[in-house]
C-alpha cells in the first residue's frame, strides 16, 4: 500500500462515543469488524484504547507504525493508544481482539513494576497456548452475563496483559540488542567480581 500521511491517520474510538467503552472492556471477533470492510482495515490510531489480538486460524498482514508483518495462526498482536495500524486478513480469518480503555490499564498497572514499557511496544509476537485459552475464556465471559462478571473480565485482561508484557520481554531480550544488554550485564558483573 502507498504511504499514508500521518495527517490522514484517523482516530477511531470504537463505539463513537465520548466514553471509550460502554462496558468494563470490549471482545469481538476478527471476523465481526473485518467483514465489514472486505477484511481490510485501513490505517488509523486509538488514542485511548489499547488492542490485543489473536490470530487463532488463516492469517494475513499487519502493518504496524509503517512497518508490515505476517499475521500467522496463534500470533499475537500488541496495540497499545496511539500507534497507527492497519490489517490485510485472508478471507475466513479466525481470532479475537481484545480491546481495553485506558482507565481499566491504568487500574490493573497500579503497583506492578515497570510492566507499562513493555506495553508500549507495538509488535506481532509468537503465540502460547495460555493466551488462546485467555483469550478464549475473556470472549465466553465476555458474550455472557453471569455475576462478578466485570471482576472476572478484568482478571483476564490482567492476566493477558501480565502474559503480553512477559512475552515483548522476552523477544527484546532474544533480539541482537537484548543479547548485547546480556553480555554487557555480565561484563559488568565480572568486573566487579574480579576489580
Same mark, same amino acid.
Given at each position: 500500500?502507498?504511504?499514508?500521511?500521518?495527517?490522514?491517520?484517523?482516530?477511531?474510538?470504537?463505539?463513537?462515543?465520548?466514553?471509550?467503552?460502554?462496558?468494563?472492556?470490549?471482545?469481538?471477533?476478527?471476523?465481526?469488524?473485518? +467483514?465489514?470492510?472486505?477484511?481490510?482495515?485501513?490505517?488509523?490510531?486509538? *488514542?485511548?484504547?489499547?488492542?490485543?489480538?489473536?490470530?487463532?486460524?488463516?492469517?494475513?498482514?499487519?502493518?504496524?507504525?509503517?512497518?508490515?508483518?505476517?499475521?500467522?495462526?496463534?500470533?499475537?498482536?500488541?496495540?497499545?493508544?496511539?500507534?497507527?495500524? *492497519?490489517?490485510?486478513?485472508?478471507?475466513?480469518?479466525?481470532?479475537? +481482539?481484545?480491546?481495553?480503555?485506558?482507565?481499566?490499564?491504568?487500574?490493573?498497572?497500579?503497583? +506492578?513494576?515497570?510492566?507499562?514499557?513493555?506495553?508500549?511496544?507495538?509488535?506481532?509476537?509468537?503465540?502460547?497456548?495460555?493466551?488462546?485459552?485467555?483469550?478464549?475464556?475473556?470472549?465466553?465471559?465476555?458474550? *455472557?452475563?453471569?455475576?462478578?462478571?466485570?471482576?472476572?473480565?478484568?482478571?483476564?485482561?490482567?492476566?493477558?496483559?501480565?502474559?503480553?508484557?512477559?512475552?515483548?520481554?522476552?523477544?527484546?531480550?532474544?533480539?541482537?540488542?537484548?543479547?548485547?544488554?546480556?553480555?554487557?550485564?555480565?561484563?559488568?558483573?565480572?568486573?566487579?567480581?574480579?576489580?
Amino acid at each position: 500500500h502507498p504511504p499514508t500521511s500521518l495527517q490522514a491517520i484517523q482516530s477511531y474510538s470504537l463505539f463513537g462515543e465520548s466514553t471509550h467503552l460502554p462496558d468494563v472492556m470490549h471482545c469481538e471477533t476478527i471476523a465481526e469488524r473485518s +467483514v465489514l470492510h472486505d477484511w481490510e482495515l485501513a490505517p488509523h490510531r486509538h *488514542a485511548r484504547l489499547h488492542q490485543v489480538m489473536l490470530i487463532q486460524s488463516g492469517g494475513g498482514w499487519a502493518n504496524l507504525d509503517e512497518q508490515s508483518v505476517a499475521l500467522m495462526p496463534g500470533c499475537v498482536v500488541n496495540v497499545p493508544p496511539g500507534h497507527v495500524h *492497519a490489517f490485510r486478513f485472508e478471507q475466513g480469518t479466525q481470532g479475537w +481482539v481484545v480491546t481495553l480503555a485506558d482507565e481499566l490499564l491504568d487500574e490493573i498497572l497500579t503497583h +506492578v513494576g515497570d510492566v507499562r514499557q513493555s506495553l508500549s511496544t507495538c509488535c506481532v509476537l509468537p503465540g502460547v497456548p495460555l493466551v488462546t485459552s485467555l483469550m478464549e475464556q475473556i470472549w465466553q465471559e465476555f458474550q *455472557a452475563s453471569a455475576p462478578a462478571r466485570a471482576l472476572v473480565l478484568r482478571g483476564l485482561s490482567a492476566t493477558l496483559l501480565g502474559w503480553v508484557a512477559r512475552s515483548v520481554t522476552s523477544s527484546q531480550d532474544d533480539s541482537p540488542a537484548g543479547t548485547e544488554s546480556r553480555l554487557v550485564q555480565r561484563l559488568r558483573s565480572l568486573i566487579d567480581q574480579h576489580y
